[in-house]
């Protein structure tokens, strides 16, 4: 069993940036790690991933602008986040990604206001 932790969540302006950050209880080091985001009425979506070997795909919503890195020796992955609009107010969830199983944690929101 897996927990994982995001923090960095709340409340800016349209145009300024926030970090979250996402801090598992075991080691993350030879798995998947990503960032989604739930916004209200809409479905669970892919923002960022991070392979174990470093690979890293971006929506295209947010391209430019989201950074996603990771620490292992940590155990945290970051979500980087510049220049946020309006619309990328939601949920932000982390993933961890095991062979059998995915964990999620328990979100934290994400408002930018116009």
């Known amino acids: 069993q897996v927990q994982l932790v995001e923090s960095g969540g709340g409340l800016v302006q349209a145009g300024g940036s926030l970090r979250l950050s996402c801090t598992a209880s075991?080691?993350?080091?030879?798995?998947?790690m990503g960032w989604y985001r739930q916004a209200p009425g809409k479905q669970r979506e892919l923002v960022a991933s991070?392979?174990?070997?470093?690979?890293?795909d971006y929506a295209d919503s947010v391209k430019g602008r989201f950074i996603i890195s990771r620490d292992n020796a940590k155990n945290t992955v970051y979500l980087q986040m510049n220049s946020l609009k309006p619309e990328d107010t939601a949920v932000y969830y982390c993933?961890?990604?095991?062979?059998?199983?995915?964990?999620w944690g328990q979100g934290t929101q994400v408002t930018v206001s116009s």
């Open positions: 993933r961890l990604d095991r062979p059998l199983f995915a964990y």
């Open positions: 075991g080691s993350i080091s030879a798995n998947t």
């Open positions: 991070i392979t174990s070997g470093g690979r890293i």
